[in-house]
């Protein structure tokens, strides 16, 4: 465990007078912890968003600051409500402490302060907080690994199938709309015995550079297994669906990677598929997403391919998109056959 260095930690101290931290203010900075002063509501605000404080130490007397509302807001925001808050009270009186715990408080100070009471429980909610922290950092990273490709840096399959599952369930509830791309690059096995297994992981994640550039911060990319990859979009019909997935096999077609004075040009097939109420689960969408993607190879590779039901078809003949395997590729002199 890390050791207690005063001089990794702020604290910002609000107080409209300074008069009631004058007798710890020198052995605070003689310890080296880094001070910052707010004298009123607006100025704390802004300290705690521009310099994330690891400590708040409010004087509950101070009329410019209303030291419970402060608490309220600090607790409902996910970004501050771990900032320990401290208040300095001349009030005993057990309803009025009770009152400031529910309000995110997590300790309080009598006046007149003593100082070892004081630095004792300065240091007491530092270290707490950073135990927090660094549990957080780990969880993280812990959470990371479980649900990250550990080549592509995408969502692994088990991520993937998670974010599925909300959105078939959040698309039933709501009758919300979603679609699924499947995303295959054409031929990689050639590119392996031609190039060998390390130029292919870097196509692997050149492409996912690309695919993931073309996608919204709401959807869900990640690598399924070996070179095929899963793109959920939520609240997108198939039009919006096939027309992101034409942006994303345009891009990587036209793209090139060069390797030891070679140029590797890839391309990708893809199969949409989208919901439809009379899904029962999210694995009927993506066994169509994989028809869509096979009948896409078949046809030549490097290709697009819608995957509609066909009663669904049979009632939209005239509309796009609402025809089983719409398709789209690009000329076939553009077409890649690495």
Not at 263 to 280: C, E, F, L, N, Q
Request: charged share 30%; glycine share 4%.
């Amino acid at each position: 465990m890390k050791g207690f260095n005063p001089e990794d930690f702020q604290i910002l101290i609000v107080d409209g007078t300074n008069n009631n931290f004058q007798s710890i203010l020198p052995m605070l900075e003689k310890m080296g912890y880094e001070i910052a002063f707010a004298h009123n509501e607006r100025q704390m605000l802004e300290a705690v968003e521009k310099k994330q404080p690891d400590l708040i130490w409010i004087d509950l007397a101070n009329q410019k600051v209303d030291g419970l509302k402060i608490g309220r807001i600090l607790n409902n925001n996910p970004e501050h409500c771990q900032i320990p808050l401290i208040f300095l009270t001349a009030n005993r009186e057990q309803e009025a402490l009770i009152e400031t715990f529910d309000r995110g408080i997590v300790d309080s100070l009598n006046k007149p302060l003593e100082e070892l009471e004081a630095l004792t429980c300065i240091k007491t909610h530092l270290k707490l907080k950073r135990n927090r922290d660094e549990m957080q950092k780990a969880y993280t990273e812990l959470e990371k690994l479980v649900n990250t490709d550990p080549l592509t840096e995408v969502a692994n399959r088990r991520a993937l199938l998670l974010f599925g599952e909300r959105e078939f369930e959040r698309a039933r509830r709501y009758r919300q709309s979603f679609s699924v791309l499947t995303i295959d690059i054409d031929r990689f096995k050639q590119i392996n015995d031609t190039y060998g297994h390390d130029i292919g992981d870097r196509v692997l994640i050149y492409m996912t550079q690309i695919v993931t550039k073309s996608l919204r911060k709401a959807d869900c990319f990640g690598r399924f297994g070996g070179e095929e990859f899963l793109a959920f979009l939520p609240q997108t019909l198939e039009d919006r669906a096939f027309q992101v997935a034409e942006r994303i096999r345009n891009r990587i077609a036209k793209a090139s990677l060069k390797v030891e004075e070679k140029i590797v040009t890839i391309t990708v097939s893809i199969g949409i598929a989208s919901y439809y109420p009379d899904d029962d689960s999210l694995d009927t969408i993506l066994k169509r997403a994989d028809l869509a993607l096979y009948e896409a190879k078949e046809r030549g590779r490097n290709q697009t391919i819608a995957n509609i039901p066909v009663e669904r078809s049979q009632l939209n003949l005239n509309e796009p998109l609402r025809i089983k395997g719409r398709s789209s590729s690009l000329p076939q002199n553009q077409q890649n056959n690495s």
